[in-house]
């Protein structure tokens, strides 16, 4: 399955089934996840048939069930580790989900993770993984027109990367960036707003972005 597919076929799933994930795909996820750690800067960890994590009244309130696998993103703070936790994160959940698996970020709605953290290292985000009871819903959409204004007069790798942003998971569907078409085929990414998970959202929102254009038809402004 490509990337594309994979966003296509991505969305949030809270209750999971009983089914352990094969050792097979485990040893993919782990290496694209310290992969993804040095690309990123990252310490991203999978932890494995581990329920504590998402048994919490917080995580059933947030409607989650029957989690029993979750990755971690922890990282050294610097200002930029939100936005990358988000852009490596997603390509985490985009792996998985080309796997078969189904997942969900999860900022709030989770208990204490059983991550070995490092010295200076702080949890960023957790993502529920497993195979879903269901395969989730697309998500309402705003606007897109008020997200990307220039969406008419823009190329169709434009358009595309557009499209794929949409789809993007942010927290609470809060869906707060904006896609702004440049001179010289340069296109800037921005958070609208306030709130503490933007960053994040805007790192997700980048990786789908560059997922649907192509990376090689633009740069980031
Ligand atoms: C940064 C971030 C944090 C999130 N935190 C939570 C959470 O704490 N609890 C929860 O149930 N869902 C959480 N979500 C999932 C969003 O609610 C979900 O992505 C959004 O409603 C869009 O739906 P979709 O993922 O199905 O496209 C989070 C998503 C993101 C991107």
Redesign the pocket.
Known sequence: MELIEAIEK?????QYKDAPIEKEKREILDGYASLLSKQGDLNIQVLYEEPSCFDSRLAHY???KNVKNYAVIAGKKDGSEKERA?YYGELFVLKAQTLGLNS???????GKSKAALKEGEKEI?VIALGYGEND????KNKDVNSLAPDLDKGPEWFRKGVDAAM???????QQKFSLKLLEGNRVKASAVGLGT?LK??LG?VKCHFEIGAGKENFKWA
């Open positions: 991505r969305h949030s799933v809270r947030g409607k989650f988000g969900c970020w999860a900022a709030l709605t989770h985000i989730g819903v697309p998500h789809k993007a998971p942010t927290a609470v569907n998970l994040l959202d997700i």
